[in-house]
């Protein structure tokens, strides 16, 4: 494929990966507003929330066969467009009940688009030849701190249904614009490598499923550490450093600021020291990071320890995804994306947990042990991890 296709096709997938934090993001910033409209209570707003998470897990394992089957293009653009129209149903609902249902079908689009772009992603990065995967995170991340800052500046001014639809808009503009270079080329794969849906359906050998599972695992550690410090992160700074609440607000921004720009170097950082000390050193680095944000003495300090901990953490999730989609396509991903979303599922309540038993300065040191477990699987799957550069 001609040098100017590559860079139309990598144009096109960063835009879907920066709608997808955009979209995602808008709609969280309006949580509250949506718990006031349906009159929803704390706890049933919080099993309504879970349809975002119901919907997603089921729908990625699916993703990946309906990639291998129809093409990770056609499937992020469709994903796109419900994911588009999704955001806007929130608004329109009046109770919980409804709410919980309306974000399943939300939950299953936010799903299918992460696995079917990480998997348009995974196959780019094989004909670049070059590890580009954390350029798409990076673009993720950006979308994401747009979508929150814009969907704050627009609180007070547009009602949710207003603002939701326009993200709805937003969406389905971008996705006509970048589907169309989707639609009309296939996936560019080196010629040593056959497309997934052109390939005979077979059952991966073990020993692809257990290294596959093991990028999971990374993924998962990494993700862990991100829901803990979104949802725990300011209450620390607050609670237990007595941080005014405009510091502790900002908690949570130093860690998605330097978890940013950890991806967008993270391409000349796996150039020159490789995958496989890319994920050793992140994993070590965000365990120094995590502990210093948890156990330090004063508010400032622990901001420092939370953005080391974005830094180190940054690469760990694209290594993971790229590595298990190169090692078993469409699949592959969707394993790891499950992994990586139970993850982010897992953090806030184990954290909760492990603080009523004891601190929650000693709960968010677990982000700093699952960080290092990271490291050390990463390290101790080196043969596998390391893959082409």
């Not at 897990?57 to 653009?77: A, D, E, K, Y």
């Not at 299953?108 to 998997?119: K, P, R, T």
């Not at 704050?152 to 970048?178: D, E, I, N």
């Not at 590595?323 to 954290?351: C, D, E, K, Q």
Request: hydrophobic share 50%; proline share 5%; aromatic share 6%.
């Amino acid at each position: 494929m001609p040098g100017d296709d590559l860079t139309r096709l990598r144009i096109a997938i960063t835009a879907f990966f920066a709608l997808d934090g955009f979209v995602f993001a808008g709609w969280v910033v309006r949580i509250p507003a949506i718990k006031e409209q349906t009159n929803a209570s704390t706890g049933a707003l919080g099993l309504a929330l879970l349809g975002v998470s119901a919907g997603a897990v089921i729908t990625m394992t699916l993703t990946g066969r309906l990639c291998r089957r129809f093409g990770s293009h056609p499937m992020t653009v469709v994903c796109a467009i419900l994911l588009s129209l999704g955001v806007a149903l929130p608004p329109l609902t009046h109770s919980a009940l409804t709410l919980g249902l309306v974000l399943v079908v939300f939950g299953a689009a936010y799903g299918g688009l992460n696995v079917a772009f990480n998997s348009a992603a995974v196959d780019l990065v094989a004909a670049l030849r070059r590890p580009v995967m954390p350029t798409f995170h990076a673009a993720f991340s950006l979308g994401g701190m747009v979508g929150a800052g814009l969907g704050g500046l627009v609180a007070g001014s547009l009602s949710p249904t207003r603002h939701l639809l326009g993200l709805t808009m937003t969406g389905l503009l971008v996705t006509a614009v970048a589907g169309r270079t989707l639609l009309r080329q296939e996936p560019p794969l080196p010629q040593d490598r056959v497309r997934p849906r052109d390939r005979a359906p077979h059952r991966p050998a073990a020993r692809t499923r257990g290294l596959v599972t093991v990028f999971g695992l990374i993924a998962l550690c990494t993700a862990y550490g991100e829901g803990a410090l979104a949802d725990w992160g300011a209450l620390h700074l607050e609670q237990d450093l007595d941080a005014h609440p405009a510091v502790a607000a900002a908690g949570y921004s130093c860690f998605a600021l330097a978890m940013t720009v950890g991806r967008l170097s993270g391409t000349t950082l796996l150039e020159r020291l490789g995958r496989v000390r890319t994920v050793v050193a992140g994993g070590a680095t965000a365990a120094v990071g995590m502990l210093l944000g948890s156990l330090a003495p004063t508010a400032w300090a622990a901001l420092l320890g939370f953005a080391v901990t974005g830094i180190g953490l940054a690469n760990l999730f694209p290594v993971a995804v790229e590595r298990a989609g190169a090692r078993a396509g469409p699949g592959g991903v969707a394993v790891a994306s499950t992994f990586g979303y139970g993850g982010m599922l897992l953090g806030p309540p184990a954290i909760g947990f492990m603080a009523d038993w004891y601190s929650l300065p000693v709960a968010l040191t677990s982000v700093a042990v699952l960080a290092a477990v990271a490291s050390a699987i990463g390290y101790g799957a080196r043969g596998a991890t390391a893959g082409h550069q």
